[in-house]
């Protein structure tokens, strides 16, 4: 709508609104001359698409995010087997299992924008690796860190 209020004109805001959709989303501007740049991110492979945003670098240069992904499995394993030692105690830590289970499922979050603005990820790699921090990586570093206290939940409680 800011671009509305600077033409004076309503209808330019919604006009800019439905072309970004279709130009990030569907591959397909309002102008057809500026579509072929925009069909090519829209029929990308979405494979290929995830697998360069996942590798690309979090946080410290060299770390990417598939790195943490992996972590987050061994974190996970840890967990479990800690958890499942001799005899099963699901009941013991309830919320243990429910931030193990929504640090996995919060991988939908960013894989679900990714397939809907497939062809924007296609050509803004440098600025789409965001989508993993929101809500992935903060429930995968809370889960980090909770799997650390019931590792030492002995230690830390004498």
């Not at 972590?71 to 193990?100: E, S």
């Not at 894989?111 to 990586?137: D, E, G, N, R």
Request: charged share 10%; glycine share 6%.
């Amino acid at each position: 709508m800011q671009i509305g209020s600077l033409s004076g004109r309503f209808y330019d805001g919604i006009y800019h609104i439905v072309g970004t959709i279709g130009r990030r989303t569907f591959g397909i501007p309002f102008d057809p001359a500026l579509s072929v740049p925009y069909i090519e991110g829209y029929q990308a492979n979405l494979i290929e698409v995830i697998s360069t945003i996942a590798h690309k670098s979090a946080i410290i240069p060299g770390v990417r995010f598939t790195h943490i992904f992996v972590l987050f499995a061994i974190v996970t394993a840890l967990g479990i087997r800690t958890l499942w030692g001799d005899a099963p105690v699901w009941n013991a830590y309830p919320l243990y299992y429910a931030l193990l289970i929504t640090t996995w499922v919060s991988f939908l979050s960013p894989l679900s924008w990714l397939v809907i603005f497939k062809s924007h990820a296609f050509f803004h790699t440098f600025m789409t690796a965001i989508v993993w921090h929101m809500p992935t990586m903060f429930f995968g570093y809370a889960l980090c860190s909770e799997t650390l206290k019931l590792l030492f939940r002995n230690t830390l409680a004498k």
